[in-house]
């Protein structure tokens, strides 16, 4: 399963802290892609990510993602905790990765050996 994960702002101001929609999608190997969470949240908010996490394994989610994608403040501060699978990636990253052959030109991750 690969996940991505973001906060989605829309226009809409109920209150002077500026909430977002929290969203994971995911993907199996073979294209098959799903919501697999959704909560309102603070975009930058460790706790608000964990909460949806947490969410997802009390709903029964076990396996962990072979790739997760998401901003840099949020991927970063989730590395950082027990959920190992989340990797901030940069776009100087995916290419250099992307030249050296480890993604495909499909997107899929492989070994660069």
Same mark, same amino acid.
């Given at each position: 399963?690969?996940? &991505?994960?973001?906060?989605?702002?829309? @226009?809409?101001?109920?209150?002077? @802290?500026?909430?977002?929609?929290?969203? !994971?999608?995911? /993907?199996? #190997?073979?294209? #098959?892609? #799903?919501? !697999?969470?959704? /909560? $309102?949240?603070? *975009?930058?908010?460790?706790?608000? &990510?964990?909460?949806? !996490?947490? $969410? !997802? +394994?009390? *709903?029964? &989610?076990?396996?962990?993602?072979?790739?997760?994608?998401? $901003?840099?403040?949020?991927?970063?501060?989730?590395? +950082?905790?027990?959920?190992?699978?989340?990797? *901030?990636? @940069?776009?100087?990253?995916?290419?250099? $990765?992307?030249?050296?052959?480890?993604? %495909? #030109? %499909?997107?899929?991750?492989?070994?660069? /050996?």
């Amino acid at each position: 399963m690969y996940i &991505w994960a973001d906060g989605i702002y829309f @226009n809409i101001r109920m209150e002077h @802290n500026r909430t977002c929609i929290l969203v !994971l999608l995911g /993907a199996t #190997e073979s294209g #098959e892609k #799903e919501i !697999l969470a959704i /909560a $309102d949240g603070y *975009r930058e908010s460790e706790q608000s &990510w964990i909460s949806l !996490l947490l $969410d !997802l +394994q009390s *709903r029964g &989610w076990t396996v962990p993602p072979k790739l997760a994608i998401g $901003d840099g403040a949020m991927v970063y501060k989730l590395g +950082q905790g027990s959920h190992r699978g989340f990797q *901030r990636l @940069n776009g100087s990253e995916l290419m250099r $990765d992307v030249i050296a052959g480890v993604v %495909d #030109e %499909d997107g899929v991750i492989k070994s660069a /050996a």
